[in-house]
């Protein structure tokens, strides 16, 4: 006996959550788009590796209010697992917010998205999962793209470009480790994952600002209003927002769907870069970022639509995009 076909308003209902949810996606990008002004902007008062301490202790309670229901279960496994997790996200952070110091806003929004692009190449050689041909052709175009950017200004990279790379190389390494754990972690023992994650992250970060000439007790003295508000937007909003967002977006919508909204983050790194910080963008510049945005939205289209599959897989696990939310925190997360 044939299922009833949805009723007129089921299906209203239903355009209208996706619409929500995407805007909402939307607001992710835009606000990840600005970050990389406002880490520029921060950077150059208080030091990075404080600068992040401060950030996170800011996003803590938020996450520690979506964790309380089930954080009194949290098992070995999530604490092990976030603490594994949570030292690969500070290197990633830590790297993009000592980066961005040393290259342009733009640079920045553009060269952390060839993660994404890395991510289908590290899966065939860690996982032996096969990727139909465009996903490769795509990460191809996304590194002639990189290239453009790295070496607009002849044979000498600036060094801030390098560093957002590796920390493009940690950040694809962390979503494909994250989506090999065995059977991932139930959606609710997500929110336990990233309390311990940013727990790992404050520590960590703070633990390094004891290394230099300002650490993070000192540098919290230190920082006024403004800085205090452009932080507490990285944490409040940047971060715990986006994590919330997105994990209730991957319940809504798909992660293919999220993940290509979420490639607009670029272009709003470049629109602030030009309107608030006064970047100029080269026609080299703009022909790099370009292909490294059509690079991304390509893959993330064709990615797991191998033949030999069954339509079911044709998207990833839910869990990249949570190890994507958080990877892309320095920024995101």
């Not at 970060?205 to 800085?227: E, I, K, L, M, Y």
Request: aromatic share 6%.
């Amino acid at each position: 006996m044939p299922l009833p076909a949805p009723s007129r308003g089921a299906a209203h209902e239903h355009r209208r959550s996706l619409l929500l949810s995407d805007a909402s996606v939307l607001l992710v990008a835009v606000i990840w788009g600005s970050s990389y002004v406002v880490m520029q902007d921060v950077g150059e008062s208080v030091p990075a590796a404080a600068f992040l301490s401060l950030r996170f202790l800011t996003a803590l309670p938020a996450i520690a209010l979506i964790a309380a229901p089930t954080l009194r279960r949290i098992t070995r496994s999530e604490l092990l697992s976030g603490a594994f997790f949570g030292s690969l996200l500070f290197g990633i952070l830590i790297l993009e917010t000592v980066g961005v110091k040393h290259t342009s806003a733009a640079n920045s929004g553009f060269l952390i998205t060839v993660s994404v692009v890395l991510i289908p190449v590290l899966e065939r050689v860690i996982s032996r999962r096969r990727q139909p041909a465009m996903v490769y052709a795509a990460t191809v175009t996304a590194l002639i793209g990189c290239g453009l950017l790295v070496l607009q200004g002849g044979l000498h990279p600036q060094a801030g470009d390098l560093i957002i790379l590796g920390a493009a190389l940690i950040r694809a390494t962390q979503i494909t480790l994250f989506g090999r754990r065995s059977g991932a972690s139930a959606a609710q023992s997500l929110s336990n994952l990233t309390l311990v994650e940013f727990v790992v992250v404050t520590l960590l970060a703070g633990a390094a600002s004891c290394f230099t000439p300002a650490p993070v007790w000192q540098a919290a003295g230190a920082v006024g209003g403004r800085d205090w508000l452009l932080i507490a937007y990285l944490g409040v909003l940047g971060t715990s927002y986006a994590f919330f967002i997105q994990l209730r977006a991957a319940r809504t919508s798909s992660s293919t769907r999220v993940g290509l909204i979420l490639a607009t983050e670029p272009l709003f790194a470049a629109v602030f870069a030009v309107v608030t910080a006064g970047e100029g963008i080269g026609l080299v510049q703009g022909i790099g970022g370009g292909l490294i945005v059509l690079a991304a939205t390509v893959g993330r289209h064709f990615e797991g639509r191998v033949a030999a599959d069954p339509p079911a897989q044709d998207e990833e696990p839910p869990h990249a995009d949570h190890a994507a939310a958080q990877g892309r925190s320095g920024t995101a997360a």
